[in-house]
């Protein structure tokens, strides 16, 4: 199953100003996660059937280029999860929220490393040994800190 991914208009959020905020709505597993667009527009600028900014608008080329890239991000999120095989829309949000995400094992290196510079050479070879032993278990050369979950924990 594939995840849906809508631009939507919340009329629900409307401000003082008479703008309403557009996201991005990513349904996967009957499951809807929002995430929001810089995009603030009134209602009577949104066309609701294209999904998009109406060209009454003075702004609305660059307010859609905007939209447009943000869907774009989403939907290469959604491919890059359906190669893993973990689509769902808390995956798709986190991926195009946290773009800059830490590996697993470099953080840990990092962290045997400040040890070893404290002159603690058993803690060090423990959390090598612990290293080691995760790459093995993985039998991947890193791991993001987003595929830990619960199954990879317990085993």
Known sequence: MTA??????????VKQDGTAPVY????AHRRSRFVKSNVQVEPKHWNDQKRRVRRSH???SVLNQDL???EVRAK?????LSLRGKVTA??????IQDKGTSSLF???EAYADEWKREGKYWEYQ????LINKLKGYAKRKDIDFRDIDRQFLVG
Request: hydrophobic share 45%; proline share 5%.
């Open 4 to 13: 849906s991914i809508k631009l939507i208009l919340r009329k629900d959020k």
């Open 24 to 27: 991005l709505r990513i349904t």
């Open 58 to 60: 003075p702004q609305s």
């Open 68 to 70: 447009e890239a943000l």
């Open 76 to 80: 290469q999120a959604r491919a890059e």
């Open 90 to 95: 808390l995956a798709i949000q986190r991926e």
């Open 106 to 108: 470099p953080f840990m």
């Open 126 to 129: 423990k959390v090598h040994v």
